[in-house]
């Protein structure tokens, strides 16, 4: 099965590259790295080419110029940039335990996508953070985390490695959704509810792509406590809340009529590639 990680990004290069350290880390190795750069200045850029050269990863980097918050549209484009079977999601703010690839792998079954969490660190324990703490493994001991100002509570359990994890998986309440920090699927089921609708914002737009697979009768599956990850922290000043009310008006609409298919996606309403959705993968701006 060949697999690649999507991770979306958008002028947080520092962040990126921690991220890149973590899945340089992965216990499982088979699989390349699709960057959905939502129009980032080409530090980003440079970033992912230094990265290709000191972790040997296969990355390839989806670029497309910044016209406001189109992070559907650019994971479109990556989800045409790649012929991998199987696609896991993730953000560039979030840093891969080393098994995060072996756990979405072993786990991937048909009609199932796979639904991960995060664990969100404050901005100080994010700066602590670092390529040898990733490398070692540190950054996610639950004893170094406390010691670095952590105070997770019951979340720490989202660490726990062995037999335990699968049993949390299968006994927490939180309902298995599509993530875009932490889940994956097959690239045919992406295609065929025709990808992310890019007319939706920012807040929720990832969950009504798993609502659109539950519709295409995909189950979703927790891997919460099998496959964390961390989310370092970033301000977030494109939260609108106008955007996140009709995201839940989209959504709503999804559940009633059993939606599969959204009209602008990969394709769009006249049977056409999206213009936001061209195939073309750049090494990012050339500014």
């Not at 703490?133 to 670095?148: D, K, V, Y």
Request: glycine fraction near 8%; hydrophobic fraction near 35%.
């Amino acid at each position: 099965m060949r697999v690649a990680v999507v991770l979306s990004t958008y002028n947080q290069p520092q962040l990126l590259e921690k991220a890149l350290w973590g899945y340089s880390a992965q216990t499982h190795r088979d699989f390349e790295v699709v960057i959905a750069d939502d129009g980032s200045a080409s530090s980003t850029a440079e970033v992912v080419n230094r990265m290709r050269r000191e972790t040997q990863l296969e990355i390839h980097h989806v670029w497309h110029e910044d016209r406001g918050f189109r992070k559907c549209a650019i994971l479109n484009r990556a989800i045409l940039a790649t012929t991998c079977e199987y696609l896991i999601f993730s953000d560039g703010d979030c840093v891969p335990r080393s098994d995060f690839v072996a756990a979405h792998v072993r786990n991937a079954a048909p009609r199932r996508f796979l639904s991960g969490g995060y664990l969100k660190l404050s901005e100080a324990v994010s700066e602590r953070v670092t390529r040898e703490t990733i490398l070692r493994g540190i950054a996610f001991q639950p004893g170094w985390l406390r010691s670095q100002g952590w105070r997770p509570g019951r979340r720490a359990l989202r660490l726990h490695t062995g037999l335990l994890a699968p049993l949390l998986d299968r006994l927490t309440p939180t309902r298995a959704t599509w993530n875009g920090h932490n889940a994956s699927t097959w690239r045919e089921a992406l295609l065929r509810v025709n990808g992310l609708d890019v007319e939706m914002g920012y807040g929720g737009e990832d969950r009504a792509l798993g609502e659109r697979l539950c519709n295409l009768g995909y189950r979703g599956v927790q891997i919460r406590y099998r496959a964390p990850c961390l989310h370092l922290y970033h301000e977030q000043p494109y939260i609108d809340r106008d955007v996140v009310r009709a995201n839940m008006r989209t959504r709503e609409v999804i559940r009633r009529q059993r939606r599969v298919v959204t009209a602008r996606g990969i394709i769009n309403l006249h049977g056409t590639l999206d213009p936001d959705n061209r195939p073309s993968v750049r090494q990012g701006p050339s500014n």
